[in-house]
């Protein structure tokens, strides 16, 4: 087991302590971010985190696919690399390669980790005994008899680029001789994966790294520059000590005219509309800062934060809607956002109507048919959804929840009278509907609050 706390969460919006994994006393009322990686061209790195001696660290995880992906490895293929992967049968397994390419011992917990459930993998090397172990069971062991380092630096994949992991990774903690180093909750909603084992250091920029000679000011990081001519140096901070390190950029934009470009390091960035940006930067050259306008000038304010993070990593073609907000429940599973529109049936929209349907009053109304109602709603093949409606006024006939389109359909319970009911269904490939449907042909009862979510359950 990892010295120090096992997965606790930061940056949510609930209070107290918060694991996704199998952590206890998690309030119920939690919501917090989880990145579902999508195994194409996304994948994440982080600064490499080398481990010398004795080592620990724990790791939530979940997944679907029945393909050998790795949850994270080493800077460098096969050298001094950490490895933690998912075989194709969805057992779990640990090894390390040395600075020669020496393959350590494999440690391996079988299982089928790949049930799309979240999992909590706990991992250590302790003298020359690798050790990791999956939620609450036994740990699988293996002899490291050669090891003289080693070190990791992408997540989500190898670090050649293949054995791509899709599906969900947070909370992330590495403890070096006991020493909690790195910590990812991987909640951020952004590219920016932060280490909250560190703190971002001191601003590096302030009033007097401004050019006197133009015309300009600055207030709490807010410089104003005012009809500054083309290619101008509006702003340089020399001599730093910038080159390896990790620095968090935050640029906030008004421009009235022409453009800027901040410099940090070789990094450079160009400003020329109203935005806002938060990146990193990793400088190999130039340990200098810079602001220069561009060669149509500048007119405008820029609020600009560089400060060192330490530790901070990034995801790689990440998209705004890999990320989705989820609450944890009271029996212990996160759910995500509704994918239903107007399931209170407010109007009457957004729904296909089978005959013998219609919506008024608040309510989907069927008399006298079998047939559906049914919305287009987006599923994933193998991910596990809370699905939950009301009947009321029912006097005659079978219904059920199913999912739809495709090969195959998804089928609830068939039920025959008035209740709220809750079920969860597997998608299948292709389901893209959500229907209610009646299985007899004088059905009559009202349907309300209809709702899909996807489920993640604890293991």
């Known amino acids: ?80 690399s950490l490895v933690l992967d998912i075989t194709v049968g969805g057992a779990l397994r640990f090894f390390a390669f040395n600075s020669s390419g020496a393959l350590q011992g494999i440690a391996t917990v079988s299982g089928a980790f790949n049930d799309g459930a979240i999992h909590t993998a706990y991992f250590s090397l302790v003298g020359t005994v690798a050790s990791v172990s999956v939620d609450d069971g036994a740990a699988s062991t293996a002899e490291w008899n050669s090891m003289d380092g080693v070190n990791i630096g992408n997540i989500y994949r190898t670090a050649d680029g293949t054995r791509k992991f899709s599906g969900i990774l947070a909370n992330l903690k590495i403890y070096d001789a006991g020493v909690l180093v790195r910590d990812y909750p991987i909640n951020d909603n952004s590219n920016i994966l932060a280490n909250k084992a560190t703190v971002l250091g001191d601003e590096l920029l302030n009033a007097s790294d401004l050019d006197s000679n133009l015309s300009s000011s600055v207030v709490n990081q807010t410089y104003k520059f005012e009809s500054i001519a083309a290619f101008q140096r509006m702003l340089n901070v020399p001599s730093l000590s910038l080159i390896g390190k990790t620095f968090y950029v935050s640029v906030s934009a008004t421009v009235s005219s022409g453009s800027a470009t901040v410099i940090v390091g070789d990094s450079s960035r160009v400003f020329s509309s109203n935005e806002s940006a938060i990146y990193l930067v990793n400088p190999a050259a130039n340990d200098y800062i810079r602001v220069n306008s561009g060669g149509g000038g500048f007119d405008g304010e820029l609020t600009i934060s560089i400060r060192q993070a330490d530790g901070f990593g990034s995801i790689v073609n990440g998209t705004a809607d890999q990320w989705q907000l989820y609450q944890k429940q009271p029996t212990g599973e996160w759910l995500g956002p509704e994918l239903v529109v107007n399931g209170g049936f407010d109007t009457d929209s957004d729904w296909s109507k089978g005959v013998g349907w219609s919506i008024s009053n608040g309510t989907a109304n069927l008399v006298n048919s079998a047939s559906d109602l049914n919305q287009s709603i987006v599923l994933t093949s193998g991910l596990t959804y809370r699905t939950a409606f009301n009947t009321l006024n029912h006097s005659s006939g079978d219904f059920r929840i199913r999912f739809t389109g495709g090969a195959a359909a998804a089928n609830g319970t068939t039920r025959n009278a008035n209740g709220i009911y809750h079920e969860d269904l597997t998608a299948l490939d292709s389901n893209s509907l959500i229907r209610i449907d009646s299985l007899n042909g004088v059905s009559l009862f009202s349907v309300d609050n209809v709702s899909v979510k996807e489920a993640l359950n604890v293991a």
């Open 1 to 80: 087991m990892p010295n120090g706390p096992i997965a606790i969460l930061g940056g949510s919006t609930g209070n107290g302590p918060q694991s996704i994994g199998n952590g206890k006393s998690i309030p119920w009322f939690v919501t917090r971010y989880l990145r579902r990686n999508e195994a194409t061209t996304d994948y994440g790195i982080i600064p490499t985190a080398t481990l010398s001696g004795d080592f620990s660290g724990s790791i939530d995880f979940s997944s679907i696919t029945a393909t050998q992906s790795s949850i994270f490895t080493g800077s460098l293929t096969g050298v001094s």
